[in-house]
């Protein structure tokens, strides 16, 4: 395959056809995985570059579908998928020379070393080759995005740079008139290149055109001018000046020598020890030392590691600027100083005396460059605030070359080469505390050195403060010194030592903030009260609670968060806080936020969530259970899931969040804890069925204990229902049944019949699993007549579809269709696409076991396309595995598997041990029905467990479909 960039976007198929790539979505994201081949592009940097910074809700699961649809396209049968999914992100797996940029990279590099070794002939041929490669601009029919425009920019310039190599190699061979003909067309597009200015001369000149060449550097005089505001440079009028006095300006163009002017060298000494930043290192070496001028700009969080890198970088790639390093220390995080002020600066490292340096900005600047023209120095800006506080300071262009560090992504610097730095990973964060100071200890406890690297955030500020402590205590165990960082009120003390310390470099960012306008104040106002409340995921709705401000707001506050690296943006709307970072947060909330203040950013929140599961929970339940009006919203930046397939999203989001939520707000007490009670009492199903076992358990345990304290009977009850769910799932039928009789107990003493058939409900499931359908039914039965009683048609006909099976193996097989037929009736005839999906599931069951496969597995299609609009993961898992024993009757083993795959992950997400074991049954029965080994599917120990092994597990249906 190949994948041609070098012009409009196409790709050619093996066999040489062109492959349709459908939407311009489609193709802009094609576009920029090809101009990262090969690595990790992260979904928010993709969704960036394809909706800009204003995506759409939807624009995640979009860009999966524009995966999909080039996988389809690109994948050939049998061979490894070319995108794969990794870290958060996408990879594009290219193969050796299938992008035209590599075969003409190749070309160009073969070309000038043919020229490097006089082979003028060669040189001609390789690198006509090469610009012949070019059909237009690079992806000329692609929208560009800031993520791809350097990268367009920069094989911009390598083309050029190739045309001049080709226009000297003809010069060479001596035929000047070609070398005008190529360079007139490349100065039309590009005017600025001076050196193409210079070889357009000389092509003239030794044409016999000597007032064409004089022209020709009067245009190019003129054109700077206009463009740059910078005059031509010593080697254009040096040839000039040669050509004006009859002087023959002999031999070939070539790279300009070294400047004359003494050699500058600013850099600070490398910090040492240094460890890890591996492919940092070498992405940042190719750009420096390809003579490309290029920018390499460093961005990541305080303390992270930018500017002890970016001197690392220098001291490696020094010898390829002779002409010097020039380093200066912006002090990005303060009011940003004039540019001029850092202009004199470079200029007097320069060799400028201090009262000779311009004044005025747009004088210094062009001074400043052209001081640079035609010298490889090496400048390093560290610690810059804006693009814009570092514009003056870039030199113009090759060959010297920059190094830019910032704790913003400076997205519109030109010739931009971003690298993201980021805390190290735990190996490099051991390395670093044994190498900086904590020495053998680290070999002598290793866990408790992997205990200090998370405990220090893997943050090399952090992990240095840390060493030098243990260094200045060698008796100390690393044990202890991890005991005492590991309380949060102490460990921003304990990391600070000989006027390093971790709390002021991550104070900078924050105070800056406290101390600007009004919309810095309420951005740092909102770091508080994140630190306030443990958010684990901090997300838009979250925050815009904890202010009391419009969700639109919030937004930008978060996002000017993010830009000063006090958030770090992981998905669209979704951010992360480091340990570190929260344990500042909660200092500054502390000091400066007042008790009722942060009580009342916190019941914001609570009552926020409520609103927002309140909702969830009538559109997950589809009409699974009978719901009141739901109440209208208290405040403007209440926020809430809109659909149906919006819920699942929203709890992937929020889900660790309300955990947190009502953690903080039971410590407090009063109505903050009955508001708990509440957020916590609409949780319990939506973490259960929508595949949050562990959360929903540590849930509940702080409801039991809520309700007790609280004395709230029917909430009480409820909650034990829950947790005799997640014990059913757990593999502990005993401990379920338990907690099913003592809410029963509880429900029968309040008389609240409804939460009584409830119980009555599941301990007829639980029976059911345990083999004992007789009593199962008799549990059923119970529940049934209590619902008739007191409930809703809805309660009966949720009671008829959960007693079916049981009815079936008690012997009345006919009184069980019906019922699951009425069931569904009712469910349809008032939208209840909940019950409906439940219903669906229980009759293809019974149809599978009366024999009648083929209306089995229709019935359970579409009983698995009503589960996953709801989100209702059991029931689709129970719905799988029935489809799965259809289609192993009816002869597909194949589909059956893939059911029985399917089954087991569904299983897993909801921590169900049982049918997590009926799966891996399931899957070694179609495995070996379709000729293969029973061992061939055996994913792990646990899967391929024998449901017996579960003690107390026997459903007769699934015995009956899989074997005992």
């Known amino acids: 395959m190949r994948f041609n960039l070098l012009g409009p976007l196409t790709v050619e198929s093996a066999a040489g056809l062109a492959v349709p790539l459908g939407s311009g979505k489609q193709r802009q994201l094609l576009a920029t995985l090809l101009l990262m081949p090969n690595e990790v592009v992260g ?164 044409l016999g055109d000597i007032t064409g060449a004089l022209d020709a550097f009067r245009a190019a005089r003129r054109v700077l001018a206009e463009q740059t505001g910078l005059d031509p440079g010593p080697r254009l009028r040096r040839l000039h000046e040669d050509i004006l006095h009859h002087r023959d300006p002999s031999g070939p163009v070539v790279t300009p020598p070294r400047a004359t002017s003494s050699t500058v060298h600013d850099l600070p000494p490398a910090v040492e020890p240094f460890v890890g930043r591996a492919t940092e290192i070498a992405t940042g070496r190719a750009e420096l030392e390809a003579g490309t001028g290029a920018v390499v700009a460093l961005h990541g969080p305080g303390g992270v590691g930018k500017s002890a890198l970016a001197v690392h970088l220098a001291h490696l790639s020094a010898e390829h600027f002779p002409d010097g390093v020039l380093y200066l220390d912006l002090r990005g995080t303060a009011p940003a100083a004039p540019p001029i002020d850092a202009l004199g600066r470079l ?52 060959p010297s070359a920059a190094i830019i560090t910032s704790r913003r992504h400076l997205a519109t610097l030109p010739r931009g080469r971003h690298l993201p730095v980021d805390v190290l990973p735990v190996p490099d964060a051991i390395d670093l505390l044994g190498r900086a100071g904590a020495g053998e200890r680290i070999a002598a406890d290793p866990a408790s050195a992997h205990r200090l690297a998370l405990l220090c955030g893997n943050l090399p500020l952090a992990l240095r403060v840390a060493a030098a402590r243990l260094s200045s205590r060698p008796g100390w165990p690393l044990a202890a010194f991890a005991d005492r960082l590991a309380d949060p009120t102490r460990r921003l003390d304990e990391l600070s030592y000989d006027g390093l310390g971790v709390r002021r470099t991550l104070r900078l960012a924050y ?26 995921v901090i997300s838009v709705g979250a925050v815009a609670a904890l202010l009391g401000r419009r969700p639109a707001e919030a937004h930008t506050v978060v996002e000017t968060l993010a830009d000063q690296r006090l958030l770090e943006p992981r998905q669209p709307d979704r951010y992360e806080m480091h340990d570190l970072l929260r344990l500042l947060a909660y200092e500054q909330a502390q000091a400066h936020e007042s008790g009722a203040e942060r009580a009342a950013a916190l019941q914001r929140l609570v009552e926020t969530y409520i609103v927002a599961a309140e909702r969830a929970t009538a559109l997950a339940n589809a009409g699974w259970t009978p719901t009141d009006p739901l109440p209208d919203p208290v405040g403007p930046w209440q926020t809430w899931p809109e659909t149906a397939s919006a819920v699942s999203g929203w709890l992937d989001t929020e889900h660790a969040n309300i955990a947190a939520a009502v953690a903080r707000a039971s410590e407090i007490g009063g109505e903050p804890a009955r508001l708990a009670v509440s957020l916590a009492w609409l949780s319990y199903a939506l973490f259960w069925r929508s595949g949050y076992p562990a959360e929903a ?75 004992d359908p007789v009593r199962a039914l008799r549990r059923h039965e119970q529940a049934l007549a209590l619902r008739r009683q007191h409930g809703t048609p809805l309660h009966v006909a949720s009671s008829l579809s959960n007693m079916a099976d049981a009815r079936f193996d008690a012997g009345q097989p006919e009184q069980a269709l019906t019922g699951v037929r009425e069931a569904l009736d009712f469910a349809r005839s008032i939208g209840a696409t909940g019950l409906e999906g439940a219903a669906l599931a229980m009759l293809g069951q019974l149809e599978c076991r009366a024999g009648d496969h083929g209306a089995a597995e229709r019935t359970l299609t579409e009983a698995m396309a009503r589960t996953a609009a709801t989100d209702d993961l059991p029931t689709q898992c129970e719905a799988a595995l029935a489809r799965c024993a259809a289609r192993l009757a009816g002869g597909r083993p194949r589909q059956a598997l893939d059911d029985a795959v399917s089954a087991r992950d569904l299983a897993s997400r909801i921590g169900d041990r ?51």
């Open 511 to 536: 105070e800056a903030l406290s101390e600007g306008d009004a919309h810095e104040r309420l951005c740092a106002r909102a770091f508080r009260l994140i630190g306030a409340v443990p958010l684990a």
């Open 347 to 398: 200029l007097r490292a320069l060799g400028v005396p201090s009262g000779a340096a311009p004044v005025d900005e747009a004088e210094a600047t062009a001074v400043y460059r052209r001081y640079l023209a035609g010298r490889r120095i090496l400048v390093i800006l560290d610690n810059a605030h804006t693009a814009a506080h570092v514009a003056a300071l870039l030199p113009a262009g090759p």
């Open 697 to 771: 358990l540590a849930l509940i345990d702080r409801g039991l204990a809520l309700t007790a304290a609280l004395a709230l009977h029917t909430e009480y009850a409820v909650t034990l229902y829950y947790r005799a769910k997640l014990r059913q799932a757990d593999g502990d039928p005993a401990g379920a049944e338990a907690d099913l009789l003592a809410g029963a107990k509880v429900a029968e003493g309040i008389q609240d019949y409804l939460c009584l058939s409830g119980c009555f409900d599941a301990l007829g499931n639980l029976h059911y699993l345990t083999g």
């Open 43 to 206: 979904a928010a940097q993709l969704i960036a570059a394809l909706w800009g910074d204003e995506p759409p809700a939807s624009a995640l699961a979009n860009l999966r579908t524009y995966v999909l649809g080039l996988r389809r396209l690109l994948d050939a049968p049998d061979t490894p998928p070319r995108i794969v999914a990794d870290a958060g992100g996408y990879l594009l797996r290219v193969r050796q020379q299938e992008r035209d940029v590599d075969r003409f990279d190749a070309a160009a590099s073969r070309g000038r070393a043919c020229l490097a070794v006089g082979d003028a002939a060669m040189a001609q041929a390789e690198l006509t080759v090469a610009v012949d490669m070019w059909r237009g601009d690079p992806l000329a029919d692609v929208p560009l995005s800031p993520l791809t425009a350097g990268r367009v920019a920069a094989l911009t310039e390598r083309y050029l740079l190739a045309e001049e190599d080709l226009a000297e190699a003809t010069l060479q061979l001596g035929t000047p008139a070609e070398t005008v003909r190529r360079l007139r067309a490349l100065l039309e597009r590009h005017p600025q290149r001076q050196r193409a200015w210079e070889q357009l001369m000389l092509g003239l000149y030794r």
């Open 914 to 964: 049982y049918l997590r074991a009926v799966a891996a049954r399931a899957m070694v029965a179609a495995t070996m029905a379709e000729g293969g080994s029973p061992a061939g599917h055996r994913p792990d120990t646990e899967a391929a467990a024998d449901p017996r092994r579960l003690p107390g597990y026997r459903s007769p249906m699934y015995e009956s479909f899989f074997g005992r």
